[in-house]
């Protein structure tokens, strides 16, 4: 989707790749609910932001989405390719020509693609842990959106990193937090795959 600022997103569409398919990258079967619904909210949401004229008057927001397999080397490789579109050595110059980073006049044609202006995703603690290692040396910020490590709180090792989720400490002191406020001495727990 294209627009004036381009969002990557590093989004699981399909499952993690069977062990004897890892190294050929090929992942496994979609995953509907957690895959294709956030490709389609990603969608829905920016439709709704560029049709608002108030919200980000003369600029509309375009994205980038890569599947992540749920699987590290596969996001690490997505990454690299949103790191690559950000390293654009042409610039415009006001005048409409076109210049390298040293200065001299290019011969080539405009970039295809446009700098990422930061990454939303992935969703695993593990995998936005190793992204963001990689897209923090490049300066470009990451939004998770499911990651819940209390790794990725310090900010002096993550400083690039924003979520929108409360770590897993601050989950657990909230659950605490309700069962002693009601003096609950008996609590079970419930949990899906």
């Known amino acids: 989707m294209d627009g004036d600022v381009i969002i990557g997103a590093l989004f699981s569409v399909h499952h993690q790749p069977s062990a004897e398919r890892v190294a050929d990258r090929k ?10 619904q956030r490709v389609e909210a990603m969608f829905y ?35 690299i390719e949103f790191i690559r579109d950000s390293l654009i050595s042409i610039r415009d110059d006001k005048d409409g020509s076109k210049w390298c980073i ?18 939303i995703g992935p969703g695993s603690s593990s995998v936005a842990i190793q992204v963001q290692n990689l897209l923090q040396l490049f300066n470009i910020p990451q939004i998770a959106y499911s990651a819940t490590s209390i790794d990725l709180s310090d900010k002096t090792l993550f ?19 309700i069962v ?14």
């Open 27 to 36: 992942c496994g079967d979609v995953r509907e609910q957690y895959g294709i």
């Open 45 to 79: 949401t920016l439709d709704r932001i560029n049709s608002d004229q108030n919200l980000l008057p003369n600029i509309t927001l375009g994205c980038e989405i890569r599947d992540s397999c749920w699987h590290s080397s596969v996001a690490l490789e997505q990454s």
């Open 102 to 119: 040293d200065g001299t006049p290019s011969n080539q044609p405009p970039p295809s693609k446009k700098p990422i202006a930061g990454v």
């Open 159 to 177: 400083k690039y990193f924003l979520r929108v989720v409360p770590s897993d400490t601050l989950q657990a002191r909230a659950m605490l937090d």
């Open 180 to 193: 002693k406020h009601y003096n609950w001495t008996y609590v079970s727990a419930v949990h899906t795959e």
